[in-house]
């Protein structure tokens, strides 16, 4: 059974706005400024097909193209101004947390009536590691994410679904600090 979604209705359903119709004309005029996100870099299926997100942790890919989600929040200062007329706070940006990442995905062998244990394995083994992991994703790399670390994981059960095994990963982003001294620090430390 196929099932068509008219996203204007949705839309205008869960916002009670619509918009105005899309132009088609639009889609005749060529693209002059594409990038190349989405577009299959890292690697194809058994059977050729591409991944457009594909998700590599610590030089493993992980089976059939998982879901990402990333967030992040900003860490601010609010400061009352005492006896101001002004109504509000003196806000102070301190830093960027770390992002957030959420990657849940299915293990399923395609053509096979069996657990898929290889890919299960794969997962838990790099959840196990204690250290920070490279991560290689096209999203993550517009957001400045190269290494990650895995927080917890949740292997799930799936009703139903024989010769199938869900799984989630939860992980924040890892970036390499580096001290910064002043030059009457760096002068101590060279003497």
């Excluded at 591409?50 to 860490?75: A, C, G, H």
């Excluded at 601010?76 to 990657?103: C, H, M, P, W, Y």
């Excluded at 999203?139 to 990650?148: D, N, P």
């Amino acid at each position: 059974m196929i099932n068509i979604f008219k996203i204007r209705e949705f839309v205008e359903k869960a916002h009670n706005k619509s918009g105005k119709e899309f132009d088609k004309s639009l889609l005749k005029q060529s693209i002059t400024n594409k990038n190349s996100i989405g577009t299959a870099k890292i690697g194809r299926t058994h059977l050729g097909t591409p991944f457009f997100m594909d998700v590599e942790i610590d030089k493993t890919r992980l089976p059939n193209e998982p879901l990402l989600t990333f967030s992040t929040q900003k860490r601010i200062i609010q400061t009352v101004v005492v006896g101001s007329q002004n109504r509000g706070t003196v806000k102070e940006l301190i830093s960027a947390n770390d992002f957030k990442i959420k990657i849940e995905g299915v293990c399923i062998e395609p053509g096979k009536r069996e657990y898929p244990v290889n890919q299960v394995n794969q997962i838990i083994a790099l959840c196990q590691k204690q250290e920070a992991l490279e991560f290689n994703n096209e999203l993550g790399e517009l957001l400045g994410i190269k290494k990650i670390v895995i927080t917890g994981y949740n292997i799930d059960k799936m009703q139903g679904q024989p010769y199938s095994q869900r799984y989630s990963i939860d992980a924040i982003s890892d970036d390499d600090f580096y001290a910064e001294l002043n030059n009457r620090e760096k002068q101590n430390v060279l003497s």
